[in-house]
């Protein structure tokens, strides 16, 4: 799986939006791009996933670049409920495919 | 969205002695479950990956006598630390690939191993 580099840490104000950078330029053309989060002493949730295209849900929005070399997660109004930390993840939808961790950003919501 | 479940959340035991450590898909079948360690302040590290019916697959570094995986059911997958040690104490995490051909993966809330 290509490797992924995020910001150790940021803080966000509540309310705003939350930008989280993932670059990933070594990912291939059949890589995924994956956002799972970890609330403190609880197993990760997954957030969104994408090939190219921009996605959104009712959790985040997933913006990645044209080139696939980086991508944005973005907590439109964050709470202190996602103060977290958020993993950025490129990998092949396979059946088999692992989830392979890096450390990930730890983002602090501030009141 | 798909459940996973781990039972115990959290469990002491005392070193030398074994402790299980169950997870289950709640409401869909799993024939691929994966186990994760977690340390404070640290990222999840992969173990192995648990296959309904046959061995796990365990990652460099793990030892395959020492944390045992049986995945006996499409629902069930149990991670056994045998002979446990302090440096053992971790928050351990399983997760389940999703249902109906889903690549999502869930994953369990975890469970806290205090070894003494």
């Known amino acids: 799986d290509a490797k992924t580099t995020q910001p150790t840490s940021m803080d966000c104000a509540e309310g705003r939006a939350a930008n989280l950078p993932c670059n990933h330029s070594?990912?291939?053309?059949?890589?995924?791009v994956y956002w799972y989060r970890q609330i403190h002493s609880q197993g990760p949730q997954y957030i969104i996933h994408?090939?190219?295209n921009n996605e959104t849900n009712e959790m985040a929005s997933l913006i990645i670049t044209e080139d696939r070399k980086s991508s944005t997660l973005i907590l439109p109004h964050a709470t202190l409920r996602d103060t977290a930390v958020y993993y950025c993840i490129v990998r092949v939808d396979i059946s088999y495919d692992k989830v392979i961790f890096g450390p990930g950003t730890s983002l602090s919501v501030i009141p | 969205g798909a459940v996973v479940s781990q039972h115990p959340s959290r469990v002491i035991c005392k070193s030398g002695t074994s402790v299980k450590i169950e997870c289950r898909s709640l409401d869909f079948q799993a024939t691929t479950m994966f186990w994760y360690r977690q340390f404070p302040k640290k990222s999840l590290m992969l173990m192995a990956t648990?296959?309904?019916?046959?061995?796990?697959?365990?990652e460099q570094g793990v030892e395959k006598d020492k944390f045992l995986i049986n995945h006996a059911s499409l629902t069930l997958s149990t991670l056994t630390v045998t002979s446990a040690h302090p440096e053992d104490s971790s928050f351990y995490i399983c997760?389940?690939?999703?249902?109906?051909?889903?690549?999502?993966?869930?994953f369990g809330p975890g469970t806290r191993l205090t070894v003494t």
């Open positions: 994408g090939l190219k």
């Open positions: 997760s389940a690939r999703g249902p109906g051909g889903s690549y999502e993966q869930y």
């Open positions: 648990s296959n309904e019916g046959s061995k796990a697959t365990y």
């Open positions: 070594t990912i291939s053309g059949n890589e995924y």
